[in-house]
């Protein structure tokens, strides 16, 4: 199950959430059911909330089956990756030569397009997480909102951070400061002040603002990974000389078409599985 929680009051603790459950992909072609909840249960662990999508059906192919209903515009399936970084550059010492490693990737997706009014009046703070129920239980399986961060900053408590929650991501401030210092030359209490900003885990994001990374939500095309490089570098890099991808949509679901062509069989990962592979990758939010 895959959840993007919404808190509204800045208590770090959500208020709102949205729960994406697929159908089994043995059981044929795929579908997505759509689910939101308010209030205490928000912030607890399961799969009840009121249907607002039902039977979304999943694309495998390069045309996007969009589901319409009321207020929601719903995407799941196979889209062009729109992250943009030198993945190489970043495992050679942060030394960067625009080599795009997800140029011609393709990703698993859900995309949910909702008015500003579902989100409230003011400032919310967002993230998304993935549960795992195969033991019949739902494991927290990993999180996040500002991208990079749980590859670079969280170094041997990266168990305990994915399966954390932002109400509790002070702990976190002294991994992160200690990342600071060893990458950026921080001294220890500029980097505790640094690490401060960056915790909790939550995209901030002012509906009644246009969207730009980091102030103020993300776009497809806001370059975060230079955003981060400078933060976790101390302003020594500033960029991977990557920049967006050009085959983005200006219609929903916004991502373009795969590179590739994906034909469901028993054989093939479904695409429950191939989500929980791409939400761990590098710059996943």
């Given at each position: ?63 996007a089956?969009?589901t319409?209903?009321?207020r929601?515009?719903?995407f ?59 033991g ?24 305990g ?25 921080y ?7 640094v ?6 885990d ?11 990374f ?53 054989a ?18």
């Amino acid at each position: 199950m895959y959840e993007l929680k919404i808190d509204t009051n800045g208590d770090a603790v959500a208020d709102i959430a949205y729960r994406v459950r697929f159908s089994p992909s043995a059981d044929g072609p795929q579908t997505a059911t759509v689910r939101r909840v308010e209030g205490a249960q928000a912030a607890e662990t399961g799969d009840s909330g009121q249907v607002v999508i039902e039977a979304a059906p999943v694309s495998m192919g390069r045309d996007a089956r969009v589901t319409e209903a009321g207020r929601y515009r719903f995407f799941a399936g196979w889209r062009s990756d729109p992250f943009f970084f030198d993945t190489r550059g970043a495992l050679n010492g942060l030394q960067f030569t625009g080599d795009d490693f997800f140029i011609d990737k393709d990703v698993c997706s859900i995309v949910l397009e909702m008015p500003n009014s579902a989100l409230g009046p003011k400032r919310v703070g967002l993230w998304a997480r993935t549960l795992d129920g195969a033991g019949g239980v739902w494991v927290q399986a990993d999180r996040g909102a500002l991208p990079a961060q749980a590859v670079f900053l969280v170094g041997s408590e990266r168990d305990g951070y994915h399966a954390g929650e932002p109400a509790n991501d002070a702990r976190f401030i002294a991994v992160f400061a200690h990342a600071l210092e060893h990458t950026g030359g921080y001294a220890p209490e500029e980097a505790r002040r640094v690490a401060e900003t960056l915790l909790p885990d939550m995209l901030s994001y002012d509906p009644t603002r246009p969207a730009s990374f980091p102030s103020n939500g993300r776009t497809l095309t806001d370059d975060v990974a230079d955003a981060f490089l400078a933060v976790l570098t101390n302003g020594k890099v500033t960029g991977d000389k990557v920049g967006p991808h050009i085959d983005l949509l200006a219609e929903f679901p916004y991502l373009g078409p795969p590179h590739n062509s994906y034909v469901q069989s028993h054989a093939t990962s479904s695409i429950a599985t191939e989500l929980r592979k791409a939400s761990r990758r590098l710059g996943s939010s």
